[in-house]
Nanobody, 122 residues
Framework: QVQLVESGGGLVQAGGSLRLSCAAPGRTFSSSAMGWFRQAPGKEREFVAAISWRTYYGDSVKGRFTISRDNAKNTVYLQMNSLKPEDTAVYYC??????????????????WGQGTQVTVSS
């Protein structure tokens, strides 16, 4: 079974930074689009960022978050700067094997990680 493993979450003060990683041990996703989503308690899963041959960002994180990938390490990153309390959520990475193009929608992704908690204190 394909696994995506997120890491790097934690507790940070507002204005701080975190870098999330998403690894896929045992399988390469170098030709797949990869995305990050987040879900806060009582809210729907929200698109954060995606990367294919270009990058895509949700409006609430543009200019603060950066998605990147290292295909040699089979890892995708989410650099999060200028964090705000409203960024608090569980962050999930996902793989769209067919690179469908509809990266804003969670339904197009084939594989998901278990999530990592990010908490931003005010």
């Amino acid at each position: 079974q394909v696994q995506l493993v997120e890491s790097g979450g934690g507790l940070v003060q507002a204005g701080g930074s975190l870098r999330l990683s998403c690894a896929a041990p045992g399988r390469t996703f170098s030709s797949s689009a990869m995305g990050w989503f987040r879900q806060a308690p009582g809210k729907e899963r929200e698109f954060v960022a995606a990367i294919s041959w270009r990058t895509y960002y949700g409006d609430s994180v543009k200019g603060r978050f950066t998605i990147s990938r290292d295909n040699a390490k089979n890892t995708v990153y989410l650099q999060m700067n200028s964090l705000k309390p409203e960024d608090t959520a569980v962050y999930y990475c996902a793989a769209d094997v067919d690179s469908s193009g509809n990266y804003y929608y969670p339904t197009v992704y084939d594989y998901w990680g278990q999530g990592t908690q990010v908490t931003v204190s005010s």
